[in-house]
Structures are given as C-alpha cells and as structure tokens.
C-alpha cells in the first residue's frame, strides 16, 4: 500500500497490465529462490508501532497530517484514520540486547510523536480499540487526505456492492451497516516482523499459526467498541468484518475474507503461498511499477516485487507471508498482525521477545506441525483467545490446557529457550519474558481495561466512564509501568485532566419510548412500574415527534379517561431539544429558562438520550 499512485483497478487494458506484473513478478520470485538469492543471514527482526492522536478530552483528533509533518521523520507514516499514525522501527538483527535495542528505538521516536502532538494541544495513545472512539469517528471526514485510502475504499466498496455489515456478539453486542471501510479505522496494531531462512520457511510459516491462539491470550488489550463489551480481543471480529468485501449471499460459499486466518496448513513452496492468495483474492488495487521484474533480474538488478507486494498489501492474514528487498539483498519474513498496540512500550516489546521466542525456540518434535494437529483446532484455539483471552481453553497436543497453564508450563519455557539459543542477552530474556509472566498471572489489558470499566459503570454513565477510563490509561502509560502492575481503576476515579462536562456524559441512553398510537394506559402503567416521569414519543427510525409527562399521564388517570386515549392526544409537541455535545451549563440554562425537567437528547431529529434535572 506503499507504493506511488496507487489507484482502483477498472478498465480492461489497465487490468491486462496490472495482471501481467503480478505474473512476472511471481517467476521473479520462483527463479531468485531457486538461485539461492534469498538472504539466509543475519536474521533480523523488526516492528510497526500504530498510535492515536486524541484531543485535551482524550477523543480522537483528526490532524494526523499535521503531527506527522510536526515530526518530520521517515519513521512515521500514516494510516487510514485521521487520528493515527505509524512507526515503522530500523530492522535490528536478532540476537544480544536486540529487545533493548527496539525498546530505546520505540522510545525515543514515541517521544518524537509526543513532542509534535503536543504543539497542536494533542497527545499520543497506545491502545488496540482507543476507548472513547465513537461512530462518528468513522465517516469519510475522518479519513486521512491520501488517495490510497480512498482508492482502497471505492475498490472495496464496488467489490461489495452494498453496505459493511457489522455484528459482533460478547457480554454486549454491536449490530449496524457501514457505507466505508473506515471502521478498519478503529483498530490499532503493533505488527511484528521475523525474517526467515528460506530454506525453513514454510514449515515456519505454519508454526507461527499454531502459537497464534495462546499468544494472542497473553497480549489481548481491546475489550470495547463504543462503549459496549465484546470480545477480549474485539479488533479480530471488527477488522474482519469491516473490510470483507464478499457480499452478503456469498457468504455461504467456501470463499475466504480477505482478513482471515486461512484455512488449512501451507504444504508446497514459498511461492505457493502467494500464488495461493493471488488465485483467491481478486486484485482491487494498481499503481506505477518499475520494468519487468524478471528482466531486472536478468540484468543483475534485485527487483522490488511491486505489484506482488500491493497485492499481499490487500489480503490480511494475521500471519502473513511478505518479500522484501533491504541493502539490495531479498529476504522474506512473516508479519504476525493480530497483536494489538499497547498498552505500553515495555508490553509491546516483551510481546515481540515472547513471540520470537516461540517462533527460534520450536522443537524439533514439532517440525512436521501440520501433521500433529488438525488445522481446525489450531484455528479454534485463536477464534478462542479473541473471544475470551486469558478465559479460553486450548487444545495442545491432544490435551485440554486453561490459557494459564499453557503458557507458564508449555510456553514462557519454549520461548526462553528460543530466544537463548538465538543468541539474546539473559538480562533482555529475563526482563522481557518476566512481563509476560506477570501479565499471565495478573491481568492483561482487556482485563484490566474491562474491570475498570465495570467498576465505573457502577456509578456513571458510559461516556463519563470512557473518558476517565482513557485519561487514567494515558497516565499508566506515561508512567512507564507494564500493565501487569496497574491498579484496576475503583468506582469513584475520577480524572486529573480538566475534561468539560457535556451532555453526553450524564444522559441517559437506554431508554423506554412509546409511539403515537401507543394506549395511554398501558404506557401510564410502563411509566409507573419503571419509575419514569419523561417518556419520548418517536416514529421509525428514533424520529422524536413528542414527549410525555408524568404528571399529564396521572391527571387524564384521575379524572377516569385513560381507557381510550392514545399517546397522540397527550403528548407534547412543542418540544425543547438539546444536542449530546451541549455542555451541561447550558442544559440547566435550558431546563430553568423553560422551566421544565427532561431534555430530549438529539442529534438531527433523532432521539439519541434524555437528560432530567436527576442528572443535573
């Protein structure tokens, strides 16, 4: 998605062309493999760090474009959403203090970000789901100003032919349409690279999708979307979802999303992979390419695989396949993309020495993986780890293991011992994985992110909670400490920031409403019941046509005249309305002003929240 021009894929000629490179370059790579050409050494490793940008309230803010000419450095570069960017750290070869090395390197260019962020009153948040992220946040206004993004959006929009369905199903559930792919927008990652001898790499390439459920346990950091409690590791459902480009009647086809954890092992060549995805997944996207990649070859030049690349660039494996060409050498490497970002630097780098640990530490019994394990357990036990995290059940070997078990019996040891038979500094193994163990045996992100959401709820209202939910985890985070050692936040926490209070923080969102025609009786008998002294009147589509009153409800009551009436002979239709960013000084001045009790919340004429004088 690098490369210059990139643009939809239409018309036949350019089709032709596009299709021919793509073809080219995969002969590129069968003969530069069968040549010997593909670096076996040194083995490197390296990362891509996303991060949002949020406001002094700890919202998102949309001036990405401007932090990053702020920082001026080639490091950076941005994502799909307005409110994130991403650093893209130096390879580093594998072995002595090389986590050290990437933590003092995350630091320093985090601390680059922070310093352009705060010119513009912003701050820099590592999170996979930023907490306060809201629908709105996800419109074509949010999406960065580059052309690739809205390129991608039309191709994948046109291959849809209808809107994004979104429906994701924990202890709450999210179920809407989207016209964009710009919920993609809401996941944030922190993507690990290991280069790999060519020589051993399928055989590594399926070993890295049979640790992948019981590592994603141990680093899950992104239980909430707007406010609602899905999956302990919600980005898996919601990148899924957001980009999968099959309409709704094909579903039912054998045919993969193009986020996904494929299907069966990898059996053939290095090739193959490629070609695998190549031939399942429809090509979206063109840009300018260099010559002829096999004639580059012939001619003593390394080709950069162009167009395969933008290719793979649109086909989202969480563990994939990638080329790449580095001080003119080739090499290949697997990118495992399910972790999220966060919540810290110091997680995010012992994240990366558990993960290589596990990849150099494989024994050798389990060399030949994919004929121990069926592939549909292994793909069991990741769907598991994104659901329930640190809850889920693995199966390993034949054996039922509780993620706990599994990781301090099974894979902490493993991954020590890869890591030193890498050549890696005790002191790196030891600070680094003792993260990881803390983390198993006290809480990992979405933990620690889901009790202290629980205990804010006990008292306030979602938004309110999100917001001191954000704010308390930029301080953990600036403090330096690993999320094992975070205390869970308790009911009454507050935030030491100077957030203004508006309405959406103290509404009410879950709310009765009547209709018109509704019998006054039975919704009189609602109102009793449920203690409620406002009840909104709407139509379809949440359009607030009226409101009632207690007070009017008991009067028609007591002079005997509920039997036959409706909601319409009652009803207010004058009504005095507020938006849900209105500050709560001007909702009293409203409710004085009018003299009245309950504001309808709207936003347009919809009916989105109520606001009484209990709230104020």
Partial sequence: MGSKNVQKLKGKKQKAVYLHHLVRDLEALELMIQRGMIEKSPIRIGAELEFCIVDAEFLPNNNSLQVLKEIDDKHFTTEIGNYNL?????????????????????????????????????????????????????????MTAVDRYFALNEAAKESRGQDFSIHIKGVDEVIMLHDSVMLEGCNTSFQMHLQVDPDEFVDTFNWSKAITGPVLAACCNSPLLFGKELWSETRIALFTQSVDIRANSFLLNENQPRVSFESKWQTGTISDVFKDNVARFRSILTADFENDSVELLENGKIPKLQALCLHNGTVYRWNRACFGVSDGKPHLRIECRYIPSGPTVVDQVANMAFWVGLMKGKPEKYRQIHSMMDFKDVKSNFLAAARYGMAAQFLWEGKLYTAKNLLLEVFLPMAKEGLAKAGVDKVDIEKYLDVIQNRIISNNGSEWITKSYRNLLSIKKPDAALQILTANMYLNQESGKPVSEWEVLPPEAMSQFNITKKVHHFMSTDIFSVEENDSIELVAHMMKWKNIHHMPVIKREKELVGILSWTDVKLLFEKGNATNATVKSLMKTELITIGQDSTMDEARELMEKHNIHALPVVRGNKLIGILTSNDL
């Avoid at 090389?98 to 999170?127: P, V, W």
């Fill in 86 to 142: 991403e650093i893209n750290s130096d390879p580093i070869s594998l072995g002595k203090n090389c986590f050290s090395e990437l933590h003092r390197d995350l630091n320093a260019l985090m601390e680059k970000a922070k310093a352009a962020a705060e010119k513009s009153e912003s701050r820099i948040l590592i999170t996979g789901i930023l907490p306060t992220i809201a629908p709105k946040h996800t419109t074509l206004d949010s």
